[in-house]
């Protein structure tokens, strides 16, 4: 078995291909751009069709066309973010912008290979669906709708309608799941617990609080509503502080985790990300407002304290006082993301997945049960 992650330069990407190999399968990532914050993958592009732009013109379309029969011969299932497939250009049936290309979905299932599609934000987030939502949401601070997201909500509908009906599973997770009809719950905010390792522990009672806040777009995670708490209570003579980074290279990110009490990670949109899971992971508590209902793992035992714009103020006021509650959170934490978020759970789910969906025969059903047996023990 043979699986080509893609094209979505994002950190999450690599953690997929992780979790296939955990499974015995051969799995690659393949990219065409990447970020500053990561470029961690198997196979970057970005370089070669830069220079096909620039000295032949549209004839990049063509190389695109070239990656898609390289990956047609030489994998068996492809996984792809809703925005975008192999092939340009993106969307046209609902959004103008997002969507896998049609032809490049049906030449998969002419090729008889299994889609996976998934949800990683701008790609499914539609507006009314989003304030429907209640007080606080993705969409409420936007400064501009239209701009980041699919937004439209018929648009939008009309898109994953296309991407549900070629894909062998949709999946999502988290608020994706309130979003996308038909979607499979997934948890693939997935981290490698190898590479986190135990932190300090907490004061109890004295020392300077400081908050992390590692938001790249501020207005989709409150944080003018945080910016505004922390003020407040400078104001008041508490001794608390706000170390905010933005846009950095993922270490950097993790490396300040390690020197913060506490991370903020949104306070409006209802639910955690990636930055949150490897947060938990590394043992810093994390604060996060959730919606009711919000499909994340094992919620009963999920340490995030929650709070919102109404509710962040007194959060941390009580946590200035007491760091008692922050021990336990951040002690729980990598447990929590070990059981749900790490590679050998998103393995696991990933079997399921597959045994589920791809119409695999039984010796093969079996092989990929008991790699998920031995990756839950």
Request: aromatic share 10%; net charge neutral; proline share 4%.
């Amino acid at each position: 078995m043979n699986s080509l992650w893609g094209v979505t330069p994002i950190v999450n990407l690599s953690a997929g291909v992780a979790a296939d190999r955990a499974l015995g399968v051969n799995a690659s990532s393949l990219v065409f751009t990447t970020y500053h914050t990561s470029s961690n993958f198997d196979f970057v592009c970005s370089e070669l069709q830069a220079r096909l732009v620039a000295e032949r013109g549209e004839d990049w379309f063509l190389f695109r066309w070239l990656m898609l029969i390289w990956a047609i011969a030489n994998f068996d299932f492809i996984h792809l973010y809703n925005d975008r497939g192999i092939i340009e250009p993106a969307g046209g049936y609902g959004s103008p912008r997002f969507g896998i290309a049609v032809r490049e979905m049906e030449i998969y299932r002419q090729a008889g290979k299994r889609l996976y599609t998934y949800a990683y934000g701008a790609d499914h987030r539609t507006r009314e669906k989003n304030m429907a939502l209640g007080k606080w949401n993705f969409c409420s601070e936007c400064p501009d709708p239209g701009v980041y997201c699919v937004c439209d909500d018929a648009g939008g509908a009309a898109m994953l309608r296309v991407i549900r009906e070629y894909s062998t599973a949709v999946v999502a997770h988290g608020l994706a799941m309130k979003l996308i009809p038909g979607a499979r719950n997934v948890p693939y905010l997935t981290v490698d617990v190898k590479k986190f390792s135990p932190r300090r522990s907490w004061s109890q009672t004295d020392g300077k609080l400081v908050v992390g806040h590692f938001p790249n777009h501020g207005y989709f995670k409150g944080t003018k509503y945080l910016e505004g708490a922390i003020h407040a209570l400078q104001a008041e003579g508490h001794a608390v502080e706000l170390l905010q980074l933005s846009g950095k290279p993922h270490h950097e990110i993790l490396e300040a985790m390690q020197t913060v009490d506490v991370l903020v990670d949104q306070l409006i949109s209802g639910s955690f990300g990636l930055t949150a899971v490897e947060a938990m992971a590394s043992g810093c508590p994390v604060i996060c407002y959730l919606h009711d209902g919000v499909a994340v793992a094992d919620r009963e035992a999920c340490p995030v304290i929650e709070a919102n714009p109404d509710t962040i103020k007194e959060v941390l006021h009580q946590f200035i006082v007491d760091r008692t509650r922050l021990s336990r959170a951040g002690a729980a934490g990598p447990e929590y993301v070990r059981k749900n978020y790490s590679v050998e759970a998103l393995g696991a789910h990933l079997a399921d997945l597959y045994v589920a969906t791809a119409d695999l025969s039984k010796p093969l059903k079996a092989t990929l049960a008991e790699r998920a047996k031995a990756l839950n023990s």
